[in-house]
């Protein structure tokens, strides 16, 4: 935790959760506080908000220009545009570094996830299916909502790419692997989210 982003409720694993930061004292807002170790947040959750998003109390108050993400925004851009400059055909090339490296960066912060305290109950809450989930409607609309952001189905990315290929290509083929590839990367990458979330649980001290 730090000061200068975090607020009363920030707890990090070196510190006991029903005690107050040690700045506390140097903040009146922070004097009345009850603490409680449900109510309090991680490090991460308040870095991530606080510092990277700079997020506000509402709509009403729509705070500055985050130029550290103004900037990356642009980088982003400037990269499609050199990407795409040459052409579709330059594309290919790029996706070799762009199709392996999401692998290779889940990877590792799946390494990194397993070192955490707590990981394995995560991993095994991720694992455990609840069949009575099945018989909710919003489940199955959460999912079909992933479906179609993670295949970019509909918005005409697959079709513009598909328009590329050879006029003999096996598309039967790749409408089965597509999806396949797709549901087996977001069953791995679970395994990455839920390892940091049961490190998450075991901080906050719940289940």
């Not at 000061?3 to 990090?12: A, G, I, V």
């Not at 006991?16 to 409680?36: E, G, V």
């Not at 991993?123 to 199955?140: E, G, N, Q, R």
Request: hydrophobic residues 45%.
């Amino acid at each position: 935790c730090n000061p200068k982003w975090s607020s009363c409720l920030c707890r990090d694993s070196t510190m006991n959760k029903s005690d107050p930061n040690p700045w506390n004292f140097t903040r009146p807002d922070c004097l009345n506080y009850t603490f409680t170790e449900s109510a309090v947040t991680n490090p991460s959750e308040e870095y991530f908000f606080n510092r990277v998003l700079r997020q506000t109390s509402g709509l009403a108050e729509t705070g500055g220009i985050s130029w550290e993400l103004a900037l990356c925004l642009l980088l982003c851009w400037v990269i499609v545009f050199l990407v795409l400059t040459k052409g579709i055909e330059s594309l290919g090339k790029v996706v070799y570094v762009t199709a392996i490296f999401p692998y290779v960066l889940l990877t590792a912060l799946l390494i990194r996830g397993a070192t955490l305290d707590g990981h394995m109950e995560g991993i095994k809450f991720y694992l455990t299916p609840d069949l009575k989930k099945l018989t909710d409607a919003s489940v199955w609309s959460d999912a079909a909502v992933q479906i179609f952001y993670s295949l970019s189905a509909c918005s005409g990315g697959l079709i513009a790419m598909a328009s590329y290929n050879n006029f003999s290509n096996n598309v039967l083929r790749d409408t089965f692997l597509v999806p396949i590839i797709n549901c087996l990367t977001s069953f791995y990458a679970g395994f990455v989210i839920f390892s940091v979330l049961g490190f998450m649980a075991y901080q906050k001290g719940v289940s």
